[in-house]
């Protein structure tokens, strides 16, 4: 069974549904037969490279808020992070272009180290002194991930690498009715959105789980001239 | 859309069906939305490491025919691989357990470089003077992939290295019904059996691309408590 998750690095709920959902599955009976893969999705994706702000003066203007009370707003995230388990600052974090983070994530994809990149660049982002969009920061944490520190600078002077396969997730969210992350996908054929309890994912693996359907024969090894060998090494 | 394929390096008939898939594949209008996983399956799963013998003389013996007949068969296979582009040496190649190639392969997908590894084993296998069965030859071809030379023999050294991958991939085909290779499986909904012709693929792409179905949704963001973030930046 294939899970794809659709989040971004600036997104609260998509850093706390990760930690739910990786609790969901341990607790799923068939976990070594799910294999999980992260997709690409912006919440800002007019933003420019370098146009980095406070979060917490963000939703202060976003929202027409004090700052007192965006800060509030950012206090509710960091409880539900806290039952997590996970760290999260309220004061002092950025927000900016994640496009580029998006880039190296489909690179640390391609190396088999995406979940481990996107684990540290969400610790970095929420819960601690470092910004990820500063990209000394992401070659660091690459570096960390697993990554060669040549070939991601590589990625990062390249505007066009992996800049099609964040695009091509982008439209696949879009095309799925994803209008917001995080969103999980399970075997392309049930969708949950929300960072849910873990409990929930448990459920929705165990249903998707039971109610995988055969598949439908397009062609057969019998018909037209397609040829097999089978597990006795007999060749037709 | 992803499209899985299960295939053993000792057949034939999947060195065929890559090709024609591939050029099948080139001829799909959405072929950039296609991503292309290759899965594990052995011919002969209960043969020993080491237990190597001329294909040509196992072909007689399985089929009680003489080596001329057995000859004869590999010409019929060589005719749909030179039709292909491809290369195929009728004498002199050689059949063994294909575990330990599995289980590189895997380690090949961990870096992305799979499909490579494959053709070049392949290519070993059926059309060079060289035997994939022998673990200097595999690592020379894991390395000309992009693979690390020592991690690659580290790899080798270790029995229990991607072996559960290579069983779990051999439990899904059996689980899905595939007791051939090559097959091809569309968005887990739709199966291909065998070394069918190119435009069976683009037909069986165009039909799985248009029957997309819409997610069932088990679980959203309005209900319970799991929270997102949408494209305007905006956190529920």
New interface residues.
């Given amino acids: 069974m294939?899970v794809e998750i659709w989040s971004?690095i600036?997104?609260?709920?998509?850093y706390v549904?990760k930690a739910r959902f990786e609790k969901g599955l341990e607790a799923f009976a068939h976990r070594?037969?799910v294999e999980v893969v992260h997709r690409s999705?912006?919440?800002?994706?007019g933003r420019a490279k370098g146009d980095v702000v406070p979060v917490v003066e963000?939703l202060a203007e976003?929202y027409g808020r004090t700052r007192e009370q965006a800060q509030a707003m950012e206090e509710t995230?960091a409880g539900?992070a806290h039952a997590e388990g996970l760290g999260y600052r309220v004061e002092g974090r950025d927000n900016g272009s994640t496009f580029d983070i998006h880039r190296v994530l489909h690179l640390a994809?391609?190396?088999?180290v995406q979940s481990e990149l996107l684990d540290l660049a969400y610790r970095a982002n929420f819960a601690e002194e470092t910004s990820v969009f500063d990209d000394e920061v992401l070659v660091g944490l690459a570096v960390r991930a697993g990554l060669d520190e040549a070939e991601t600078r590589a990625v990062l002077a390249d505007p066009a690498a992996y800049a099609?396969e964040v695009r091509?997730d982008e439209?696949?969210a879009a095309e799925?009715?994803a209008?917001?992350?995080?969103?999980f996908?399970?075997?392309?054929?049930?969708?949950?959105?929300?960072?849910?309890?873990a409990e929930?994912f448990t459920?929705?693996l165990e249903?998707a789980w039971k109610d995988?359907?055969?598949?439908?024969?397009?062609?057969?090894?019998d018909s037209?001239?397609?040829?097999?060998?089978?597990?006795?090494?007999?060749?037709?």
């Fill in positions: 294939r971004d600036a997104c609260p709920w998509c549904g070594s037969d999705f912006e919440l800002d994706p963000l976003k995230v539900n994809k391609a190396h088999g099609e091509a439209r696949e799925l009715g209008n917001g992350v995080p969103f996908v399970l075997d392309r054929r049930y969708g949950i959105s929300g960072g849910q309890p929930v459920q929705a249903q995988r359907a055969p598949l439908t024969t397009l062609a057969s090894a037209a001239d397609g040829a097999t060998c089978d597990v006795d090494g007999n060749c037709a």
